[in-house]
């Protein structure tokens, strides 16, 4: 299927500013010039569909459309936007919490994985807040574990008076580790960003992932809590 035969790219009009945007860079910053773009519109089936000659590379990098598709699909990080070609992660941050309340920054340029191992616990709370930076977009995320490492089970306060809440106190049938993986990346519709995950998940074995995007729209970001 040719991209004139693609029903997403009229969807998505968008799609059509990244596409010249592709041509105008291969025109005029590789050395294949405007025979390897021509060759490559040639490639990707288009005949009349795009017209790249007239492409102002600086205004369609100041698009918020175009640069919302460049940042979610991996193509581009860091502002002023910079074509990143592979989906690179500055290496595994491992966090091992000491106490109840544990609080992991995340910022939003940096591009990591981070494994929380607990020790055994029998319940944990995950909050998660963001904040979105207005003139990037770039997001700095707090993520705050809350760990209950008591190992028993408490009966209902509201239901019993002090006696019987300290009588009917149990042992917890169910204490374990925990292992929590979390990847601040940018463009998880990247394929490139599929095949890390698969293989940390892999190698990790986690039981919960949490993955934050170093970039999100005013409309996307948004406070969650997770019960475990």
């Known amino acids: 299927m040719t991209l004139e035969e693609s029903t997403e790219i009229d969807l998505c009009p968008p799609f059509r500013g990244i596409i010249k945007l592709i041509l105008k860079i291969v025109e005029e910053y590789t050395e294949y010039g405007s025979a390897g773009a021509s060759l490559f519109k040639r490639w990707l089936g288009l005949t009349g569909l795009i017209h790249h000659n007239a492409t102002d590379l600086v205004a369609m990098l100041n698009d918020a459309q175009i640069l919302k598709l460049l940042y979610r699909r991996g193509i581009a990080d860091l502002y002023p936007p910079r074509l990143s070609l592979h989906q690179a992660f500055d290496g595994l941050v491992i966090i091992s919490p000491t106490t109840t309340l544990t609080d992991v920054p995340i910022y939003g340029e940096e591009k990591k994985i981070y494994l929380i191992a607990t020790p055994p616990l029998s319940k944990a709370w995950v909050s998660v807040s963001s904040t979105i ?12 574990l809350l760990l209950d490492t ?46 890390m995950f698969a293989v940390t998940c892999v190698e990790q074995n ?20 997770y019960f475990a």
């Open 133 to 144: 930076n207005s003139t990037d977009s770039s997001t700095n995320y707090d993520l705050q």
């Open 150 to 195: 008591t190992g028993v089970r408490f009966p209902n306060i509201i239901s019993r008076d002090y006696d019987q809440f300290c009588l009917y106190q149990e042992p917890c049938s169910i204490i374990r580790l925990i292992k929590i993986l979390i990847f601040n990346a940018a463009g998880v519709c990247n394929p490139a960003f599929t095949y």
């Open 206 to 225: 986690p039981d919960f992932v949490l993955v934050t995007e170093t970039r999100l729209g005013e409309n996307e970001g948004r406070d969650d809590t």
